[in-house]
């Protein structure tokens, strides 16, 4: 079978951003685009030659095209073995775990998460190392630099691989295995939550709804929260995978999952509803007419681990990511273990996972994890909490309403500006900058800035310094309100406004979050000026 190198000019914009290459499809469906990438990170790992590479993704539209492209390039540049889901799915912590179980040496992800499918929505490429985690910024740096020279790329001329057929395939030397994306997926899971004690639960006649949102989970909650714990059928909604998602936007927060929002604040509310993003590592936790942030369900998390047989031991530490709120510091400070403030991107974790310095990790983007892969996981949070409400008999409201007693309530909102021009997003961010060294000590609508800095990030394991990661002001009375231009966004740039205030008065642990923030919004609308220089009066989404 021929091996062609094909002659290609560099590709501008193909620089990885918080979470590997994402554009619109269209873009990656341009003549070399998809195939100029895959060059380049295969080059920028060093080469593929010999080596193993797990490849699957969330079922989006081009999924399957991409991946064949992917294989035939595998083929062409060498690749022992290349281990795909079937059907070409996989969710992303389950493409996490296989390659840790399967000791491959990385693994190429086709998801753009939460954004949209479809020819004219989003589409993306992520490479992940040995470890199963995102590749570090040092790898990532290297990948980008080669798509700048790139003259050639190699793919065999070949047919397609049959995607559906279970088992070994070949292709010239290269050999292809086909596997269950569910299976080795749900025996993890076994090993981390009382599978025998949730379905007692579920005997006794409580009630779910899991929002899979036409994504990859879909397939992964029937198989473990219907066939193997025996929730009722119909528990999992919108459980097919499409290629468009439905025509929905898959991103499990309060305004994308609104169906999943109405029914558990209507009247026949079940008793826990949860969903999960186009690839599966996100998660939404709600209670009856109970909305748990992420940044609290990292916390409430926290504090009942041990109550799941695989965190029996406790845990060796947390992390959490800068603007997530500060709730879990609260949480492991009474535990007695470390916690650490990471930038915003999973692959921050890694390291600190790797090392054993923590266990659990999570973001306020919807992300919880711990160490049983190397991503956030949103199947596992839902089961984990599934766990807890089996052990303790609580409700969802008492649990975060016990929690709260115990450390205070970290009242949180996040504000997205979105398609805001990229040059009044970096003013607004320049003028803040310019802001912090004067700023302590002064009063902004009522409220006294403590401290005010730009964060950065020396990563204790491998000393590696990460700058420019977000402004935060810390008021007194415990506020906060972190800026942050967003690493994802695929169009102009998307302004995130992070929004804290601390309680502890146990009379004040039930209040709206809207009223209790309404001083720190002020703030920090005022000392950003965000309003003047970016022409936005109200964010496009609060979450
Ligand atoms: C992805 C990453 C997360 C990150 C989130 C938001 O989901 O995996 O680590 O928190 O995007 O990132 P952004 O840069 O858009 O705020
Ligand atoms: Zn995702």
């Given at each position: 079978?021929?091996?062609?190198?094909?002659?290609?000019?560099?590709?501008?914009?193909?620089?990885?951003?918080?979470?590997?290459?994402?554009?619109?499809?269209?873009?990656?469906?341009?003549?070399?685009?998809?195939e100029?990438?895959?060059?380049s990170?295969?080059?920028?790992?060093?080469?593929?030659?010999?080596?193993?590479?797990?490849?699957?993704?969330?079922?989006?539209?081009?999924n399957?095209?991409?991946i064949?492209?992917?294989?035939?390039?595998?083929?062409?540049?060498?690749?022992?073995?290349?281990?795909?889901?079937?059907?070409?799915?996989?969710?992303?912590?389950?493409?996490s775990?296989?390659i840790?179980?399967?000791k491959?040496?990385?693994?190429?992800?086709?998801?753009?998460?939460?954004?949209?499918g479809?020819?004219?929505?989003?589409?993306?490429?992520?490479y992940?190392?040995?470890?199963?985690?995102?590749?570090?910024?040092?790898v990532?740096?290297?990948?980008?630099?080669?798509?700048?020279?790139?003259?050639?790329?190699?793919?065999?001329?070949?047919?397609?691989i049959?995607?559906?057929?279970?088992?070994?395939?070949?292709?010239?030397?290269?050999?292809?295995?086909?596997?269950?994306?569910?299976?080795?997926?749900?025996?993890?899971?076994q090993?981390?939550?009382?599978?025998?004690?949730?379905?007692?639960?579920?005997a006794?006649?409580?009630?779910?709804?899991?929002?899979?949102?036409?994504?990859?989970?879909?397939?992964?909650?029937?198989?473990?929260?219907?066939?193997?714990?025996?929730?009722?059928?119909?528990?999992?909604?919108?459980?097919?995978?499409?290629?468009?998602?439905?025509k929905?936007?898959?991103?499990?927060?309060?305004?994308?999952?609104?169906?999943?929002?109405?029914?558990?604040?209507?009247?026949?509310?079940?008793?826990?509803?949860?969903?999960?993003?186009?690839?599966?590592?996100?998660?939404?936790?709600?209670?009856?007419?109970?909305?748990?942030t992420?940044?609290?369900?990292?916390?409430?998390?926290?504090?009942?681990a041990?109550?799941a047989?695989?965190?029996?031991?406790?845990?060796?530490?947390?992390?959490?990511?800068?603007?997530?709120s500060?709730?879990?510091?609260?949480?492991?400070?009474?535990?007695?273990?470390?916690?650490?403030?990471?930038?915003?991107?999973?692959?921050?974790?890694?390291?600190?996972l790797?090392?054993?310095?923590?266990?659990?990790?999570?973001?306020?983007?919807?992300?919880?994890?711990?160490?049983?892969?190397?991503?956030?996981?949103?199947?596992?949070?839902v089961?984990?909490?599934?766990?807890i409400?089996?052990?303790?008999?609580?409700?969802?409201?008492?649990?975060?309403?016990?929690l709260?007693?115990?450390?205070?309530?970290?009242?949180?909102?996040?504000?997205?500006?979105?398609?805001?021009?990229?040059?009044?997003?970096?003013?607004?961010?320049?003028?803040?900058?310019?802001?912090?060294?004067?700023?302590?000590?002064?009063?902004?609508?009522?409220?006294?800035?403590?401290?005010?800095?730009?964060?950065?990030?020396?990563?204790?394991?491998?000393?590696?310094?990460?700058?420019?990661?977000?402004?935060?002001i810390?008021?007194?009375?415990?506020?906060?309100?972190?800026?942050?231009?967003?690493?994802?966004?695929?169009?102009?740039?998307?302004?995130?406004?992070?929004?804290e205030?601390?309680?502890?008065?146990?009379?004040?642990?039930?209040?709206?979050?809207?009223h209790?923030?309404?001083?720190?919004?002020?703030?920090?609308?005022?000392?950003?000026?965000?309003t003047?220089?970016?022409?936005?009066?109200?964010?496009?989404?609060?979450?």
């Amino acid at each position: 079978m021929p091996i062609q190198n094909v002659r290609t000019t560099p590709i501008e914009g193909q620089k990885p951003g918080t979470s590997g290459l994402r554009k619109k499809t269209a873009v990656f469906r341009r003549p070399h685009f998809l195939e100029n990438y895959v060059q380049s990170i295969f080059d920028g790992i060093g080469g593929v030659e010999g080596k193993t590479l797990v490849i699957g993704g969330d079922g989006r539209f081009f999924n399957d095209a991409a991946i064949q492209i992917i294989l035939r390039m595998a083929c062409a540049n060498s690749a022992a073995k290349c281990i795909v889901g079937q059907g070409g799915i996989l969710s992303t912590p389950a493409a996490s775990h296989l390659i840790r179980l399967k000791k491959a040496d990385g693994g190429l992800i086709l998801s753009a998460s939460h954004n949209p499918g479809g020819p004219d929505a989003d589409f993306g490429l992520k490479y992940n190392g040995p470890n199963g985690g995102p590749a570090t910024e040092a790898v990532t740096d290297k990948i980008f630099e080669r798509t700048k020279t790139l003259a050639f790329y190699k793919i065999a001329a070949a047919g397609d691989i049959d995607l559906a057929q279970l088992g070994m395939h070949k292709l010239e030397d290269m050999v292809i295995e086909i596997v269950d994306p569910v299976a080795d997926y749900a025996e993890l899971m076994q090993t981390i939550v009382d599978f025998p004690k949730v379905r007692n639960l579920f005997a006794g006649g409580f009630t779910m709804c899991f929002d899979a949102m036409h994504a990859v989970t879909g397939p992964y909650a029937h198989t473990i929260l219907e066939d193997m714990l025996g929730a009722p059928k119909g528990t999992v909604i919108n459980g097919e995978p499409s290629p468009d998602f439905g025509k929905g936007h898959p991103d499990p927060n309060p305004i994308w999952a609104k169906v999943l929002m109405d029914k558990m604040y209507g009247a026949d509310a079940p008793d826990f509803g949860a969903a999960s993003d186009g690839d599966g590592d996100r998660n939404m936790i709600v209670g009856r007419g109970a909305y748990v942030t992420p940044s609290d369900s990292l916390a409430l998390l926290t504090a009942h681990a041990h109550l799941a047989p695989g965190y029996r031991g406790g845990l060796s530490g947390v992390a959490r990511s800068m603007p997530t709120s500060r709730a879990v510091d609260r949480v492991a400070e009474s535990l007695g273990i470390g916690c650490y403030e990471t930038p915003t991107g999973w692959k921050f974790f890694g390291n600190l996972l790797d090392a054993g310095k923590v266990t659990l990790c999570g973001e306020e983007s919807a992300g919880t994890g711990s160490d049983h892969v190397r991503e956030k996981d949103g199947l596992w949070a839902v089961l984990l909490w599934l766990n807890i409400l089996a052990e303790t008999g609580k409700s969802v409201s008492e649990l975060m309403a016990d929690l709260w007693q115990a450390h205070g309530r970290c009242y949180y909102s996040r504000f997205d500006y979105e398609d805001v021009d990229s040059g009044k997003a970096e003013a607004m961010m320049d003028g803040l900058r310019a802001k912090l060294n004067s700023v302590a000590g002064v009063t902004i609508g009522g409220l006294t800035v403590e401290a005010a800095d730009e964060f950065a990030y020396l990563d204790p394991v491998d000393g590696s310094k990460s700058t420019g990661q977000g402004i935060r002001i810390a008021f007194e009375g415990g506020a906060r309100a972190v800026f942050r231009l967003s690493g994802t966004g695929t169009q102009g740039a998307t302004v995130r406004l992070y929004l804290e205030q601390l309680e502890t008065d146990p009379g004040r642990l039930q209040e709206e979050p809207e009223h209790m923030l309404a001083d720190v919004r002020e703030a920090a609308l005022t000392v950003s000026d965000l309003t003047a220089i970016t022409g936005r009066t109200a964010p496009d989404v609060i979450t």
